[in-house]
């Protein structure tokens, strides 16, 4: 079993800058993606970026390219989300994932382990 935990949600003024932290309970040096996703009120779950603990590569969401960026330090099975210039739209829970198999990488059905979700608040 894996446990995956978030931190560093919080509130913060539109332009301004908030950094996620994910760790996960035990090694996930064999997990193939690790991903964040997000979640308004009354809307979907929806992708936000992923990073493939193979080969490095990232994806992002439209809506937060050039603004957010993921990046993982294995020694530590920690992943990061860097998220600059935020704006009130970027308000609701952030989720991140695990998943130690092939799937649809940004899709929540891809991942099979999920933290608990950290706020961020974003204020105009």
């Known amino acids: 079993q894996v446990q995956v935990v978030e931190s560093g949600g919080g509130l913060v003024q539109a332009g301004g800058s908030l950094k996620l932290t994910c760790t996960a309970a035990?090694?996930?040096?064999?997990?193939?993606?690790m991903g964040w996703f997000r979640q308004a009120p009354g809307k979907e779950r929806e992708f936000v970026s992923r990073?493939?603990?193979?080969?490095?590569?990232?994806n992002y969401a439209d809506s937060v390219k050039g603004r957010f960026t993921i990046s993982a330090h294995n020694a530590k099975n920690t992943v990061y989300l860097q998220m600059n210039n935020l704006e009130p739209e970027d308000t609701a829970v952030y989720y991140c994932?695990?998943?130690?198999?092939?799937?649809?990488?940004?899709?929540?059905?891809?991942?099979?382990?999920w933290g608990q979700g950290t706020q961020v608040t974003v204020s105009s």
């Open positions: 990073i493939s603990r193979i080969d490095g590569s990232t």
């Open positions: 035990r090694s996930f040096g064999s997990a193939t993606n």
């Open positions: 994932a695990a998943v130690f198999r092939p799937g649809l990488a940004t899709d929540p059905s891809g991942y099979d382990y």
